[in-house]
């Protein structure tokens, strides 16, 4: 068996601070991650490994740095490990990202026929949940978005059962491999990288791809060019104009703020006392 | 569109084209992916119609939506519906290789009706069903698709879509345009825009139309649909009250101050991401960026710093009351009423003080 799961490298957004007057993302000292939903993505190929065997290859596509993201993931047990890197990428929108990742996935394949591709469920610097989407397009893959659980898969047959998450319920779903699935956050939890495995890990000779080697044919279709959305215009959210109305809670009660609170409220709104009063149990 | 236009001027930055092609102006119209599962319409649909009715009417153009169905999903009454929100015209593809979602046949009855009546613009819910469908479709029309979207306008200059999001965990917002592509695709999250004022006496077109496609053509089978647990089903996004509890509040036992409050209020519970991380409520009560977005008459935050992650989800709410011992906390900026307290012994006074105030004016009213 052999699966491709695609992971992206992104700053760790909980480190990151904006500029308060020009409002540009200071990234300096930002550490990058492996985006946090990609893991789930990983964990579950692993998973899929120790059951059925075979090789488990990670895909990336971003600046030379990206390598330390592709080590980590052969830390935690990943067979082999492809950054797709060249100046030619820059500036790729998700309709972009995912011509030159699917192109990628096509010259993987060449080297061994691919069971499943697995992406996290989005990224969190983007958001977008667009990539995985794409990528089973262009490829012409069935894809299996937000999956919770693998109930079957089953290689002779070249089928897979899952379960997906979809509003007010879960769909149960059988299709056949090759297909794409988008991992669901919290569905697993990552192992703990081996000691050989992170030996292996420092040592391992990230396979370094530019545009040639990842048979881009169209060079239309990648970078900024290929990208039809334009980032406009970037800014800070507009501060409201007034503060809080604070209650006083000098020489007060807790009571007598509670209270406070009720008739200021209420005074300004009354059409909310009155909604919830016909709301509150009696 | 599989053929990328032919770069011509003015060029933008790398030699990209930004220019609208003269073929793709024939693209007019704004349409709403219109979202039912099991008998009902999502209410995220409805809202997007408020929303594409006013981008319509600044460009000058019909409002329409999509829906897609099995035989027995009530198409035309969902159209109906449709139509007292605001929407002109309704496409209607009904199959019964449509009978709950799948996203083979679903791309393609969207993608072939966007080939066929070409859009200008194309919305849909940032659900489930709305993301896997929109990113399909949009790889597989080549153009530009912008996510989960808190605001949309029209550029003047361009009568392009001006979508803004959030970016960079809500510290940023950017507004995108796709400018040399048609149609320009965007979703939005359920709440984010307000819900439009029906009126039952606007009426409107339904245009039928076929799929094309046979149950053998599609290698997806959907077996089964297991509905939630009715006592997990949690549908904060759409709760009118909600109480919220942070970090603040330092512990599980002290959490259930948020409950008592939330059930004398008739209200719901929400909480901050680190509360659901340290498993004090489920996920799905998380609010914010990375969990829902609400958009109640009452929203209540006990110690709650008020990060942009949690304020982009909440600040919305018609009213916003700050519990916070810290004078400083962010959420002092942008809450309506404000006590500097607390939490632990703010909470149960309110829950009593509400108590008596609703007893008081039950008591009058009688
Ligand atoms: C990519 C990303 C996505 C995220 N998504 C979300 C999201 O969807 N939702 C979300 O909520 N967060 C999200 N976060 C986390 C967010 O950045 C904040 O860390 C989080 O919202 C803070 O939660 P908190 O207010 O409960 O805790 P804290 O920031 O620790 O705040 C606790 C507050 O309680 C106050 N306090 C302490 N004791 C008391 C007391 N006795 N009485 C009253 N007040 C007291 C303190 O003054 C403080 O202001 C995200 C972060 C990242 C990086």
């Known amino acids: 068996m052999h699966i491709v799961v695609c992971i992206k490298q992104v700053p760790d957004s909980a480190q990151i601070r904006v500029h308060p007057v020009t409002n540009t993302i200071m990234r300096q000292g930002v550490p990058a991650i492996v985006n946090p939903y990609d893991l789930f993505a990983l964990e579950e190929a692993l998973r899929l490994k120790d059951s059925f065997g075979g090789k488990v290859t990670m895909l990336c596509m971003g600046p030379p740095q990206a390598e330390e993201a592709l080590k980590r993931c052969i830390s935690f047990g990943a067979d082999d ?50 990539v995985g989407p794409g990528i089973a397009k262009r490829l012409s893959m069935q894809l ?21 998450r979809a509003e007010g319920g879960v769909q149960l779903l059988k299709t056949r491999t090759p297909s794409l699935i988008t991992m669901l956050e919290n569905t697993n939890e990552l192992r703990f990288a081996t000691m050989p495995d992170m030996i292996r890990a420092a040592r391992y000779p990230v396979r370094k791809w530019n545009k040639d080697d990842a048979g881009i044919e169209d060079l239309s279709k990648i970078g900024l060019k290929g990208s039809p959305t334009v980032v406009s215009k970037v800014f800070g959210p507009t501060p409201r104009a007034v503060k809080a109305e604070q209650i ?27 909604d919830m009063l016909e709301r509150a149990p009696l | 569109m599989s ?32 979202e039912h599962d099991r008998g009902s ?24 939506g999509v829906l897609l169905g099995g035989p027995d999903d009530n198409l035309t009454a969902f159209a109906n519906e449709a139509f007292t929100h605001g929407a002109e015209a309704c496409y209607t593809v009904r199959d019964a290789v449509l009978d709950g979602y799948r996203n083979e046949p679903f791309t393609r009855g969207l993608t072939d009706l966007v080939n066929k009546y070409r859009p200008e613009i194309v919305l849909l819910g940032a659900t489930t069903m709305g993301r896997d469908l929109a990113g399909s479709v949009a790889t597989t029309l080549q153009t530009g698709l912008t996510a989960d979207c808190t605001e949309l306008k029209i550029d003047p200059t361009s009568r392009a879509l001006a979508a803004t999001r959030p970016t960079f965990g809500g510290s940023l917002l950017c507004t995108i345009m796709t400018l040399a592509y048609r149609p320009q695709m965007a979703t939005v999250r359920p709440r984010v825009m307000a819900m439009p004022k029906a009126d039952t006496k606007r009426s409107g077109a339904i245009i039928e139309d ?59 519970v929400g909480a901050t991401r680190p509360v659901v991380q340290s498993g004090w409520v489920a996920a799905e009560r998380q609010v ?26 909440m600040e919305a709410a018609d009213v916003i009351v700050a519990i916070n011992n810290d004078p400083n906390a962010p959420i002092f900026d942008f809450a309506h009423f404000g006590i500097v307290g607390n939490a632990m012994t703010i909470l149960p006074a309110l829950t009593e003080a509400f108590r008596n105030h609703f007893a008081i004016r039950r008591m009058k009213a009688a």
């Open chain 2, 41 to 64: 319409v999502h209410q995220v649909s409805w809202e997007l119609l408020g929303e594409g009715r006013m981008l319509a009417d600044t460009l000058g153009v019909a409002l329409s």
């Open chain 2, 3 to 34: 053929d990328a236009p032919a770069p011509r001027k003015p060029a933008g930055r790398g030699g990209r084209n930004l220019e609208l092609p003269e073929h793709l102006k024939a693209y007019k119209g704004v349409w709403v992916f219109i």
């Open chain 1, 144 to 164: 299996l978005t937000y999956v919770s659980r693998i109930a079957e898969l089953d290689l002779a047959n070249r089928t897979i059962t899952i379960e997906r």
């Open chain 1, 81 to 130: 490990a492809i950054l797709v890197t060249d100046r030619a990428f820059a500036g790729a929108d998700t309709l972009a990202t995912s011509y030159a990742l699917a192109s990628a996935i096509r010259q993987i394949e060449k080297e061994q026929a691919i069971d499943l591709v697995f992406t996290g469920k989005q990224t969190i610097d983007g958001d977008t949940a667009q």
């Open chain 1, 248 to 274: 006083p809670v000098d020489k007060a009660t807790p009571r007598d703020i509670a209270v406070n609170l009720i008739q200021a409220m209420f005074t300004q709104h009354p059409a909310l006392e009155q």
């Open chain 2, 210 to 268: 076929t799929l094309g496609m046979v149950e053998t053509d599609i290698v997806t089978k959907l077996l089964d649909f297991i509905p939630d647990a009715n006592t997990s089903k949690v549908n904060l996004a759409y709760a009118d009250v909600i109480v919220s509890g942070g970090k603040g509040l330092k512990n599980p036992e002290n959490f259930k101050l948020i409950w008592d409050l939330a059930k004398t209020l008739g209200g719901d």
């Open chain 2, 288 to 313: 914010g960026q990375t969990g829902k977005t609400v958009r109640p008459k009452l929203y209540i935050a006990a110690g709650i710093s008020g990060a942009i992650q949690h304020r982009v989800g």
